[in-house]
């Protein structure tokens, strides 16, 4: 295929941002959408967006949180579209890691309430906290993902934290009620 030195500038750096996060995307969109098929095609769109919008990148050392930003409107796009919002925990696969033997000792007891947590969080929040603490954007990076200002980012992601902690206690609280018996007495 010949095309313009532009065109094979935008070729080779979409492959090789495709190569190094192609991965780290899919699985954010299938913690923000619950459809590993769904997200793999938008994972794919998001990459054709990339290349696209090749010349739109300012700073190519910004490339993975502008990589985000593309795949989370890409993801919000398609919550709006369908009107749902859904969350599939973290399994420990991002960055093509095994999940940590505390991830595991811990996965039975906290993952139901902690996706129950989560789905109930606003769904900015929840965003901002998959890119910050599953995906490790820096506080520069989960702004520009988010197309919002770096204080705005981490007010975000405070309010999200303080959401999360709050939606968690009342998990906790729901679950130490339903282990009382009617006389105020704990079952065990």
């Known amino acids: 295929m010949t095309g313009s030195p532009a065109r094979t500038v935008a070729d080779a750096f979409v492959e090789e941002l495709f190569q190094k996060h192609h991965g780290e995307i899919y699985a954010y969109l299938v913690r923000m959408l619950r459809d590993?098929?769904?997200a793999a095609d938008l994972t794919q769109d998001a990459f054709i967006k990339a290349y696209r919008a090749h010349d739109t990148l300012q700073d190519p050392a910004h490339a993975r949180a502008w990589l985000y930003q593309i795949a989370h409107r890409v993801a919000l796009?398609?919550?709006?579209?369908?009107?749902?919002?859904?969350?599939?925990?973290?399994t420990g696969e991002s960055y093509?890691?095994?999940p940590s033997a505390e991830h595991l000792a811990l996965e039975g007891r906290l993952s139901s309430d902690l996706q129950r947590a989560l789905a109930r969080i606003p769904e900015r929040q929840r965003a901002a906290l998959?890119?910050?603490?599953?995906?490790?954007?820096?506080?520069?990076?989960?702004?520009?993902?988010?197309?919002?200002?770096?204080?705005?980012?981490?007010a975000l992601l405070t309010r999200a934290r303080d959401s999360l902690r709050r939606e968690l206690a009342t998990e906790r609280d729901?679950?130490?009620?339903?282990?009382?018996?009617?006389?105020?007495?704990?079952?065990?």
Do not use: Y
């Not at 796009?77 to 973290?90: G, M, N």
């Not at 679950?175 to 009382?180: C, G, H």
């Open 36 to 38: 590993p098929e769904l």
């Open 77 to 90: 796009d398609e919550i709006r579209r369908r009107k749902i919002v859904r969350f599939l925990p973290w």
């Open 96 to 98: 093509g890691t095994a």
């Open 130 to 154: 998959l890119l910050a603490e599953l995906h490790d954007l820096t506080g520069l990076e989960l702004a520009a993902a988010l197309g919002v200002s770096h204080v705005a980012a981490r």
């Open 174 to 188: 729901a679950e130490a009620a339903a282990e009382r018996v009617p006389d105020g007495r704990t079952r065990r």
